[in-house]
Every structure is written in structure tokens, then in C-alpha cells.
């Protein structure tokens, strides 16, 4: 079977100063015939060495409990390599002499923090993906996604979120989207996308359009909970302060009463799951 790539090259974390990451939409995949050398456009960005392609059946044997036909599981590869070829542009900062009060958008992007295409993923991954999408209240597991999944949780490592949070985007994309892709919007119009965003925090991400790209969400939406952690910290308890940051971030501030001792139900949702996963490992031990 013809290689198949499912992800090219994703923007890096901003280095010292944590400011906003390199947002925007997956850079168009390279074609089947893949030669040893960076896609077009990529020269300069990406390491000399050989592309590492994974083939259709090594990514359905890595994520073997899906338990889905090789078929169905290649229509859905197809279709993230079309989702994530859309044209977004990145924003750019603003210039000098502009108003105090002018959005901060995103720099252009940085050097790539990992390689084009996702390794297989870790035993703590696969578990996590697998008991994601069969534990989702608002969604059948045949409608989850675990290609996108599993990058989603690679987005989470660039963003360097502590293991309480390990797996929130998975819990946030099963409550506001039931793992839906396409055409995802609520509130009226106003939240759009897998963890429907609304405009008052892409415009800190430098484009609204970027709502329509899953991994351009989850970026937005994890700098953005990075950006509300800073003032959780000074309010909350250091033991409290993540999950407090994700209801303000989940509910706003004033909805949610700036409370540190509460959570919102993405976070209640993540907690079933790790406390189930945590019970599995231990049954196995025995």
C-alpha cells in the first residue's frame, strides 16, 4: 500500500518570553511519492534528514483498538490531510506606534519543534486516546477521531501542560463538539470549531479563521489557558491554579466567580478518565 502522510510540519513553541506560539493552519501534506528532501516551502525549516513516512497500516496498527475497518480509518486519514491543507494566514504583530489597546496577534512561524509526522504514539497516549474515545458521554465511538486525537495530545506536550490536565483538549473536544470536525458552531454563531472558540480569545491568535482548524484550536485555546494560568496563580492555590484557569477560560471569569475551588465539567470529565485508566494500570499490575 502507497505511503500516507496525515500531518506535515506543525509550528514550535516561542522560546523565553512564552509569547504567543506560531498559530495556524497544517502546512500542506507532501505528495504520495515522497523524495528524501523537505516538501516545497519547507527548505530551511526542517532537519537534512530523510522524511520518516508511516504507512496506512502502521498507523491503524498503533492505534490497533479502534477497532475499526482499515477502510473507514483511510477515508478518515484522507480527510485530515484535507482538513489541514486549508490557507490561513498567520497573524502579524502589530506595529510600533500602535494603541495600548490593539490585540497582541502571533509572530511569524518559528522552527518546527518536532519532525513532519508523528512517531507511534506512547503506551500512556494510546491508553489515552482509546479510553477517550469510548468514554465520550456526548459521542459514539465511531464518530471520535484518534489521528486527530493523538496530535492533539502532542500539541498539549509543545504547550508543556502539567500531567493534571493531561488529555483536556480530548475532554473539551467530547463536550463542545461530541468529536465532531466539520461545520461545528454554537451560541448562536459565536463558538466555532472542535472546542468552539470564540472571538474574543482567537483575536489574541491573530485570525478568526483559524477556529476552523483543529490543531490551530487547540493552540489558540492552550495559549490562551497559559495566558489566564499567569493570573490564576497569583489568585489560587499553586495546586488549584490549572484547573481554576481552565473554568475561567471554559465559563469566564465573572460566570465562574473567579473560583479556585471548583471545576469546570471538561475537567470532571478528564478526571472519570484518569481515575479509570489509573484503576486499569493498577488491575494489571496485580
Known amino acids: ?12 513553541r516561542a522560546a523565553e518570553l512564552r509569547p504567543p506560539p506560531a498559530i495556524g493552519p497544517l502546512v500542506a501534506p507532501v505528495d504520495l511519492s515522497v523524495p528524501n528532501a523537505p516538501p516545497a516551502g519547507l527548505e ?3 532537519p ?9 497500516p502502521a498507523l491503524l496498527g498503533v492505534l490497533a483498538a479502534a477497532a475499526a475497518p482499515a477502510a473507514e480509518l483511510e477515508a478518515e486519514a484522507e480527510e485530515a490531510v484535507e482538513l489541514g491543507a486549508g490557507d490561513v494566514t498567520p497573524g502579524v504583530a502589530p506595529e510600533d506606534g500602535a494603541g495600548a489597546g490593539a490585540p497582541r496577534l502571533l509572530p511569524p ?9 508523528y512517531d507511534p504514539p506512547t503506551d500512556e497516549e494510546r491508553a489515552l486516546v482509546e479510553h477517550a474515545m469510548y468514554h465520550c458521554d456526548n459521542a459514539a465511538a465511531r464518530y471520535a477521531k484518534p ?3 493523538l496530535e492533539l495530545l502532542r500539541v498539549e506536550e509543545d504547550f508543556d501542560v502539567p ?9 473539551t473536544w467530547c463536550g463542545e463538539a461530541a468529536y465532531q470536525m466539520k461545520d461545528v458552531v454554537g451560541d448562536e454563531g459565536a463558538a466555532v470549531g472542535i472546542l468552539q472558540l470564540h472571538p474574543e480569545l482567537t483575536r489574541f491568535c491573530g485570525d478568526p479563521s483559524l477556529r476552523h482548524d483543529p490543531v490551530a484550536s487547540a493552540q489558540c485555546w492552550l495559549w490562551n489557558l497559559e495566558r489566564i494560568h499567569e493570573k490564576a496563580a497569583r489568585r489560587c492555590r499553586k495546586s488549584l491554579a490549572w484547573k481554576a484557569a481552565e473554568l475561567w477560560l471554559s465559563q469566564g471569569g465573572r460566570k465562574s466567580g473567579y473560583s479556585c475551588k471548583h471545576v469546570s ?3 470532571a470529565r478528564l478526571e472519570r478518565w484518569q481515575h479509570d485508566l489509573t484503576a486499569s494500570a ?3 499490575a496485580r
Open 282 to 284: 493498577r488491575r494489571r
Open 163 to 171: 500531567d493534571e490536565l493531561r488529555g483536556i483538549t480530548l475532554a
Open 48 to 56: 537534512p534528514t530523510p522524511l520518516l513516512m508511516a504507512s496506512a
Open 44 to 46: 530551511g525549516m526542517l
Open 265 to 267: 465539567g471538561h475537567v
Open 1 to 12: 500500500m502507497a505511503a500516507l502522510s496525515v500531518f506535515a510540519a506543525l509550528p514550535g
Open 109 to 117: 512561524p518559528h522552527m518546527p519543534a518536532r519532525g513532519p509526522f
Open 147 to 149: 489521528f486527530w486525537m
